[in-house]
């Protein structure tokens, strides 16, 4: 049996980011610790999404997105504007700042976003690694068309193929679009593996699954998605992680020594500053 896990719905003021990981059902999948579905919305002129900048340490995040675009700057002084089908992918390894907001040009008119978020907890032997900024634009991924379907490999491996992008432990993380009636059989190549269904009806082995959620798969499974109407999903997963991981604010570590160490470098600005970007979330109090 899978397990449909339902999103934690958050309302930023008209903008809906729902997070399925981490669960009760499920602390994580593979290496992914967090997982979050951004929209889709609808900005009206002058608005957008404002994230100051924030610190991560001992995780990777990782930015898809469907429509819109989203402008990132970090303490390593980079500058990038993601577009839909690219890969931003950031690791923060042993401390890195950075900042999300929509860029100046799009506000001047109505603009939509839609995408996901993830962080994929490094190895423990990587946790302290240099922090680092990749962008991997949208024709440098692997992508397959068939049969009604259509899949970009975002990150790690998948039905033959594999991402430029560099990751840390086996990893799958595939963008998947089917027409309506198409097809989609799940390999079994991945220890974990789960679904998230972003927009539209399927069904799973012929059963109905609902939309947003997260469907987490049995191993060694090879279910068979079938799309009802046109469908956008995310295929995740890969090798668990090797031991369990404490997770505070945007924290993610071994270690709950080290969270208070990263709270304290937050405090005392020892992460650096974002050039170009002034303003800072300040730690959470509890």
């Known amino acids: 049996m899978s397990t449909i896990i339902a ?15 981490p669960s009760i059902q499920a602390r994580s999948v593979g290496p992914f610790v967090f997982v979050d579905h951004m929209g889709p919305a609808l900005f009206e002129p002058g608005r957008g999404i404002d994230v100051r900048p924030h610190p991560h340490i001992g995780l990777a995040t990782v930015t898809f997105l469907w429509s819109g675009s989203i402008g990132h700057r970090d303490t390593l002084g980079s500058v990038q504007d993601i577009n839909p089908g690219d890969v931003n992918w ?40 240099a922090p680092a900024f990749h962008h991997h634009g949208a024709a440098t991924l692997p992508q397959l068309r068939r049969d009604g379907a259509w899949l970009r490999v975002v990150a790690g491996r998948g039905y033959g193929e594999e991402s430029p992008v560099q990751v840390f432990s086996d990893t799958l993380y595939v963008a998947v679009d089917l027409d309506a009636d198409a097809e989609l059989a799940i390999e079994d190549s991945h220890a974990e593996r789960a679904i998230y269904l972003l927009e539209g009806k399927a069904q799973l ?3 109905d699954i609902p939309e947003k959620h997260l469907i987490v798969l049995d191993p060694g499974t090879r279910p068979v998605l079938r799309a009802k109407t046109p469908l956008k999903a995310m295929l995740l997963g890969g090798e668990p992680l090797d031991g369990p991981r404490h997770l505070w604010w945007n924290f993610v570590s071994s270690s709950k020594e080290r969270i208070e160490q990263a709270k304290q470098d937050w405090l005392d600005g020892r992460f650096g500053q974002v050039p170009g970007d002034d303003e800072f979330i300040p730690l959470p109090e509890r």
């Not at 950031?90 to 962080?119: D, K």
């Open 90 to 129: 950031m690791t923060a390894g042993r401390g890195i700042a950075h900042s999300e907001r929509t860029p100046q040009a799009l506000r001047a008119g109505e603009h939509p976003l839609h995408g996901m978020q993830t962080w994929v907890a490094l190895p423990k032997s990587f946790e302290e690694t």
């Open 205 to 207: 082995d012929g059963a």
């Open 7 to 21: 999103p934690r719905v958050h309302d930023l003021g008209g903008f809906q980011v729902r997070r399925a990981v």
